[in-house]
């Protein structure tokens, strides 16, 4: 049997900083916290970065993941290859 256990993602930085940029500002209710702050893992929402919030959500360890994604960020208009 064969399955896939890890993987590699190709994102425009561009795409990856927009992503995150709509989340950075997004507060939870309970806490009153930064949203993003839990979804960056040890640097919370000072130290978070695109490619920071990608890692912790592609790491298999963080509980979340079901397998390891590789985030790759892109210089905007170049192609993976």
Do not use: H
């Amino acid at each position: 049997r064969q399955a896939v256990l890890e993987y590699q993602l190709f994102y425009r930085r561009r795409y990856a900083e927009a992503a995150f940029d709509s989340c950075r500002g997004v507060r939870l209710p309970a806490t009153g916290g930064y949203a993003i702050a839990t979804m960056c893992g040890r640097y919370g929402a000072e130290l978070c970065t695109a490619q920071r919030w990608l890692d912790f959500q592609g790491d298999k360890n963080n509980g979340l993941a079901p397998l390891q994604i590789d985030f790759q960020l892109l210089p905007n208009g170049s192609e993976p290859g």
